[in-house]
């Protein structure tokens, strides 16, 4: 079977000289910050894996070895360097003064979940990680939400290059629209993890738990009356 054009050309720069290793090298360089397009990698995997030019699991496993790698390393960089990272050309340009403000912000209230949202979220990701090593995070921590965020998107990504291969330049423009819902997705999970807890800190009880507040602040007003 005969490649596409795009997808031929794509192979050639992957994995002619190298084949699973150029990819996991090629994936460890776009956790880095290269201008390489991690979600182009992984779709590339998958059609090549529909092609039979690479075994599924072998390119699905080296796929997500190389995501979790690159983040690792640039995690784990920042979390050495602490505050002077912002002192060094490479993290000012991933960290810019207004950028760093919402992402801080972002990250005091959500932790590990911004993690966990932020590998969806094209442009964010990178600088996230690294303000997380740079506010000290425990790696295992990282490790875990980053983990758990990449058996989402990596898999579906890489099914997608599977499925679409004959398609594989149009999919190329659509991978951002694919982040949103996967993004969507997060929140929504987010509100729901939200709900529970809300649900279980009120013993399972949050409307009689809200008539108790109302009943005690209405005392509290007549009482000051």
């Known amino acids: 079977m005969e490649l596409d054009p795009v997808l031929a050309a794509l192979v050639q720069s992957l994995i002619e000289e190298g084949s699973y290793v150029v990819f996991f090298v090629v994936l460890l360089a776009a956790g880095l910050g290269a201008p390489v397009a991690e979600e182009l990698v992984v779709l590339a995997a998958g059609a090549l894996a529909r092609q039979e030019i690479v075994r599924w699991w072998a390119a699905l496993l080296v796929c997500f070895a190389g995501v979790i790698a690159g ?34 912000d972002f ?36 490790l875990f939400w980053d983990a758990a965020s990449a058996c989402i ?22 991978v951002a629209h694919v982040e949103h819902l996967v993004v ?11 709900a529970v807890s809300y649900w279980r800190s009120t013993h399972g009880h949050p409307v009689r738990e809200t008539k108790k507040r109302w009943r005690r602040w209405r005392g509290r007003r007549r009482h000051e009356e």
């Open 71 to 104: 983040d690792s390393i640039l995690f784990l960089t920042a979390r050495k360097l602490g505050k002077k990272a912002l002192e060094h050309r490479r993290f000012q340009k991933l960290l810019p003064p207004e950028r760093r403000e919402k992402l801080e």
């Open 107 to 142: 990250y005091e209230r959500r932790g590990g979940l911004a993690v966990f949202v932020g590998r969806h979220i094209p442009g964010v990701r990178a600088p996230l990680f690294a303000l997380a090593g740079i506010h000290e995070m425990e790696f295992r921590r990282f």
């Open 153 to 174: 998107n990596t898999p579906f990504l890489f099914w997608l290059g599977w499925t679409f291969s004959d398609q594989f330049e149009r999919i190329q423009k659509r």
């Open 184 to 194: 969507l997705f997060a929140v929504a999970a987010f509100a729901i993890y939200a």
